[in-house]
């Protein structure tokens, strides 16, 4: 993986530098709060996990079910086929 040297460290505080002038301790402290905010957050995300892995599941509530005479009823007309037509000769 890229791992930059101290040349481009230098270089890249020089731009920052430049870019962000008097602002640049506001700048890295907002940074630094991030981070830590981040590493919290992280932090508590992998101690729910690991707690979900290693408890114990949560005992099955019972399922209520229908009665069956409900599910059953009609929800339509009784089809009638249609009269075939008649043949007049």
Do not use: H, N
Request: aromatic residues 8%.
């Amino acid at each position: 993986m890229f791992s930059p040297g101290w040349t481009e460290m230098i270089i890249i505080g020089f731009i920052a530098l430049l870019l962000f002038g008097k602002r640049l301790p506001e700048v890295a402290r907002s940074l630094g709060q991030g981070f830590v905010e981040f590493k919290r957050g992280m932090t508590s995300i992998e101690t729910d996990m690991r707690k979900a892995a290693y408890s114990e599941p949560a005992p099955a509530k019972p399922v209520e079910t229908k009665r069956v005479e409900e599910d059953l009823r009609p929800t339509a007309d009784k089809f009638e086929a249609p009269e075939p037509p008649r043949q007049d000769d």
